[in-house]
């Protein structure tokens, strides 16, 4: 009898410990929405083609995809990596407040040194984000300003 309530109760600990989770890190991201959710202003959007568009002539590589949603990445020899993510609900990360062509947006540093993002609020829970990581960490200045001259060009593009 200890035998069979010994087994039972290692399969009730192991099948337990098959239903925890494991914590991930990096930032959240909202889950990809299925069809029958509601189509948002974003949805006629596509980051990498906007992304290109905004970087035309610069020197930048093509835009990549970044993870499963809207978000797209380029990069330049020397320089560092600039993205941008369309993002139909996403929570505000900590930053200052700031206007974009009237727009309300966030300001802050991003990962570290030399990083910088700027969101733009597209709707009550829409986003558009524009991200600098520069090579030299320690142009945290100079990521920033590339990440707002960013988010003004993108600005224009998104709907009101």
Do not use: W
Request: proline share 8%; with cysteine.
């Amino acid at each position: 009898m200890k035998r069979s309530a010994a087994l039972v109760a290692a399969v009730v600990v192991t099948t337990g410990l098959a239903a925890c989770s494991t914590t991930v890190s990096g930032r959240p991201t909202p889950a990809p929405r299925t069809t029958s959710q509601a189509p948002t202003p974003l949805d006629s959007l596509d980051a990498c083609a906007v992304l290109d568009q905004l970087l035309a002539g610069q020197g930048f590589t093509p835009g990549q995809r970044i993870g499963a949603g809207n978000e797209c990445g380029a990069t330049k020899p020397g320089y560092g990596t600039v993205s941008i993510a369309l993002d139909p609900e996403r929570a505000d990360a900590p930053g200052t407040p700031l206007e974009v062509n009237g727009r309300k947006a966030l300001i802050g540093q991003f990962t570290g040194p030399g990083t910088c993002e700027v969101v733009l609020e597209v709707t009550e829970h829409a986003r558009a984000a524009t991200t600098v990581v520069l090579l030299s960490g320690d142009l945290q200045d100079e990521a920033c300003a590339a990440a707002e001259d960013l988010a003004t060009s993108l600005e224009p593009l998104l709907p009101r």
